[in-house]
């Protein structure tokens, strides 16, 4: 198959139309994801979609691809990144939210927005929050911590010989929490005109705290399975475990009601609970052939056929759709613990910025290990990360 962008071979088809699209996804993990894209794409008559489902670095090969003639016409991203839409190498979409702009999930289309225009259409929304056992809790005399000094607090007395208080990953918390804890403080990573959201002490006061979670030996460490993953939890090595909405039909499978979850829980005066949101979304590649035909094309599948945006966030894996109208009706998601997810996410999400770049990423992240396994100074720490930010956000805010 000849795609509208150079030689391109896959799987799925398209509709009678002459047009030929070549469309990329990440290899999703869940059964039947592949098979329901090249369905979607079947059905488009206006075009031949060719699907080509890509394992591997996903990330890195689109990058590369973005820079050539053969790569994607429309993909599913991780972004764009603020590279690729600086770099133009992503074509604009706004016009094709136009009329439901209000209806996608604000923290999930933010990173998604430059300077007002928009270069990615969101297509579903993973989030992560906290599981506990009720029944342990309930054993403790120990309640649903709804403050970060209560999570302590929690994790301490829920810790014995056989049970830990709380697993937040095998490093301590530093991969997986990132900005998490600095939006329950009342802060952010990057503030609206551009500069780092977290020169404050009230930053090293919180991430001080989950020093305290380490150093008081409450967390589970060396586990068979990462935070990802929710089998420490559903064997009764942790009483509260931080994880992903994936994680949920699983925990309800073998835990029936003996569980609840919370967002990360709010930290002093200012503080507000916190949750993390993401969402792969569609994009077109600026050095398409065929560029207003991919725009019509993914203005079909992600804007207009909100059957379709449904059955892809919830029949084979578990996620929200990107749509709130989508979200408040769906089956799945009304009620229970599910029903909570989707409320974290729209009262409490956040999502890492566009303007929060990888090298701004590693420094917080290495600054966030060190205070957390090394037990450093997290004023000093913050101090020489709010610089590193700082200087890192110059740059992009002056790149035209």
């Not at 209806?103 to 927005?113: E, G, H, I, Y």
């Not at 990057?190 to 991430?207: N, S």
């Not at 989508?326 to 996410?345: E, P």
Request: aromatic share 8%; proline share 5%; charged share 25%.
């Amino acid at each position: 198959m000849v795609s509208a962008c150079g030689s391109n071979t896959g799987r799925g088809g398209g509709g009678s139309g002459g047009t030929a699209l070549a469309q990329w996804y990440h290899q999703y993990g869940e059964p039947g994801t592949e098979q329901a894209v090249e369905r979607y794409a079947a059905a488009y008559k206006k075009a031949h979609v060719t699907v080509q489902w890509r394992p591997g670095d996903y990330d890195r090969q689109t990058a590369a691809a973005l820079l050539t003639d053969s790569g994607p016409d429309v993909f599913e991203v991780n972004g764009p990144s603020l590279d690729q839409i600086q770099g133009r190498q992503v074509e604009d979409l706004t016009e094709l939210v136009a009329g439901v702009k209000d209806d996608f999930n604000s923290a999930v289309l933010a990173p998604k927005t430059y300077r007002g225009r928009v270069y990615g259409i969101p297509q579903t929304i993973d989030m992560q929050m906290l599981y506990y056992r009720k029944s342990l809790l309930a054993d403790a005399g120990v309640r649903p911590p709804e403050s970060l000094d209560e999570l302590v607090d929690a994790a301490r007395e829920l810790t014995s010989r056989k049970v830990k208080g709380l697993f937040l990953g095998n490093d301590g918390g530093a991969g997986v929490l990132g900005g998490t804890p600095l939006y329950a403080a009342g802060l952010r990573l990057v503030t609206e005109d551009g500069k780092a959201g977290f020169d404050d002490p009230a930053a090293a006061r919180t991430l001080g705290k989950l020093r305290r979670l380490y150093a008081e030996k409450s967390l589970l460490l060396g586990a068979p399975a990462d935070w990802s993953d929710p089998s420490a939890f559903l064997q009764g090595l942790t009483a509260m475990q931080w994880s992903g909405l994936w994680a949920l039909p699983q925990v309800q499978k073998e835990l029936g009601d003996d569980f609840g979850v919370l967002p990360f829980p709010k930290d002093g005066a200012a503080g507000r609970p916190s949750v993390p949101v993401g969402a792969y979304g569609a994009a077109v590649s600026a050095r398409g052939r065929h560029k207003e035909a991919a725009k019509e094309y993914v203005k079909w599948l992600w804007v207009e056929r909100t059957d379709y945006q449904e059955d892809f966030a919830l029949s084979y894996g578990f996620h929200i759709p990107a749509r709130i109208s989508l979200a408040k009706k769906a089956a799945k998601l009304r009620t229970g613990a599910a029903a909570d997810a989707v409320r974290f996410t729209t009262e409490h999400g956040y999502a890492q910025p566009l303007l929060w770049t990888p090298a701004s990423q590693v420094a917080y992240q290495d600054a966030l290990s060190r205070i957390i396994k090394d037990g450093a100074n997290p004023e000093n720490e913050l101090r020489t990360v709010v610089r590193k930010v700082s200087a890192e956000l110059d740059r992009v805010t002056h790149t035209s």
